[in-house]
């Protein structure tokens, strides 16, 4: 039997390309990997590298011919990504290969709701033809609801070669320490939180924000747009610090020096964020929304639930961590625990490669 991992590998580092290595590298028997390009480069290169990956993936399915095959696939929820994602599928059907699909993202009746009804038929015709979902919390299986024969698996994201660490001490500075990690998006909240934490110093309380990952754009804003609003916010705010992308002991000290992880998201896509989960291992207090299904991952035991696209909401929250620090060191000890029962990448990587071998 051989495994073709099909998703991003390398590029821009995504939750959903941390989870599709952490499996990857993981996984013990054949495999061989199909890694997405960048849509960063020149849309002839990306045509060029597509042709060429496209190609070699069908060479390879003449040579595993008469191999039982398993495709796992990280599919996408926009036009392009699917007419990519299609290909795969369809070849890998028609040299009798089993599907499993992984899910990362909370919008795919959105994208296929937005659809023309032609384009809404060929997805149901792709999708019908998945043997295996997985998806990330048990709400989300709502997302594949109308295809019947699909057998979906519900797996969380992990933690992923976190440092061990002997002691967290949270809340002992006089000020607040801050961290948010993640991509800049202004839909998971970025200039929000900075407004909101400017507000909080204006009004005398101690506090630091250190800001890490790449500028992106979404929906609201272009990567340009929200590259300008972000420096001239943060410009001549001390207790700012913008770190650019962070990985590897660099993210684990960073993490693990914070008291405070914020993630106030209104990311249409928003789905399980592995940089919650990994805030929690190294014992942050969480402030983040409760939006999409980010609410089945975190609950007021880890922290402060607050209102999407409000600064005062991010405000208030700060100043009840602020005047209640006794509490919230308790909530640090209990997110340390929380992580390590629930979320360990070894339950992940067991859970998954059960699936794949068993499809």
């Known amino acids: 039997m051989i495994v073709f991992f099909i998703g991003p590998s390398s590029g821009k580092i995504t939750g959903q390309s941390l989870a599709f290595n952490i499996i990857f590298k993981a996984y013990s028997g054949d495999k061989y990997l199909v890694d997405y390009p960048d849509f960063s480069d020149r849309k002839i290169r990306i045509f060029c590298k597509y042709f060429k990956l496209f190609f070699v993936f069908f060479v390879r399915m003449l040579k595993h011919i008469f191999e039982r095959k398993i495709i796992y696939i990280t599919t996408s929820r926009t036009l392009f990504g699917f007419i990519r994602d299609l290909y795969f599928v369809?070849?890998?059907?028609?040299?009798?290969?089993?599907?499993?699909?992984?899910?990362?993202?909370?919008?795919?009746?959105?994208?296929?709701?937005?659809?023309?009804?032609?384009?809404?038929?060929?997805i149901d015709f792709v999708y019908s033809r998945i043997d295996t979902s997985i998806v990330l919390t048990e709400g989300m299986r709502e997302q594949y609801k109308q295809y019947q024969k699909m057998k979906v698996f519900v797996v969380s994201n992990c933690y992923y070669r976190l440092s061990k660490f002997d002691?967290?001490?949270?809340?002992?500075?006089?000020?607040?320490?801050?961290?948010?990690?993640?991509?800049?998006?202004?839909?998971?909240?970025?200039?929000?939180?900075?407004?909101?934490?400017?507000?909080?110093?204006?009004?005398?309380?101690k506090l630091n924000l250190k800001i890490a990952g790449s500028i992106c754009s979404d929906e609201y804003c272009s990567e340009y747009e929200l590259k300008t609003l972000f420096f001239e916010?943060?410009?001549?705010?001390?207790?700012?610090?913008?770190?650019?992308?962070?990985?590897?002991?660099?993210?684990?000290?960073?993490?693990?020096?914070?008291?405070?992880?914020?993630?106030?998201?209104?990311?249409?896509?928003?789905?399980?964020?592995?940089?919650?989960?990994e805030a929690m291992y190294y014992g942050c207090v969480i402030i983040t929304t409760g939006h999409n299904y980010v609410k089945e991952l975190v609950g007021?035991?880890?922290?402060v639930i607050i209102d999407k696209d409000s600064q005062q909401a991010i405000a208030d929250a700060l100043m009840l961590i602020d005047v209640a620090r006794e509490y919230y060191k308790k909530v640090s000890e209990y997110n340390i625990h929380f992580a390590n029962t629930y979320y360990?990448?070894?339950?992940?990587?067991?859970?998954?490669?059960?699936?794949i071998n068993e499809v």
């Open 233 to 277: 916010e943060i410009k001549e705010c001390s207790y700012i610090q913008y770190l650019g992308p962070v990985q590897g002991e660099e993210k684990n000290n960073l993490l693990l020096e914070s008291d405070i992880f914020i993630l106030p998201t209104f990311y249409r896509s928003e789905a399980q964020p592995i940089s919650i989960i």
């Open 167 to 205: 002691l967290k001490l949270c809340l002992v500075k006089s000020e607040l320490r801050l961290v948010y990690l993640s991509n800049l998006m202004y839909s998971k909240g970025i200039i929000h939180l900075i407004r909101a934490v400017k507000r909080c110093f204006k009004n005398g309380m």
């Open 300 to 303: 007021e035991k880890n922290g």
């Open 90 to 122: 369809i070849l890998g059907k028609l040299f009798f290969a089993k599907v499993v699909n992984h899910l990362h993202g909370s919008d795919f009746v959105y994208f296929r709701d937005n659809q023309g009804k032609v384009i809404q038929k060929i």
């Open 344 to 355: 360990s990448p070894n339950v992940y990587i067991e859970k998954i490669s059960k699936i």
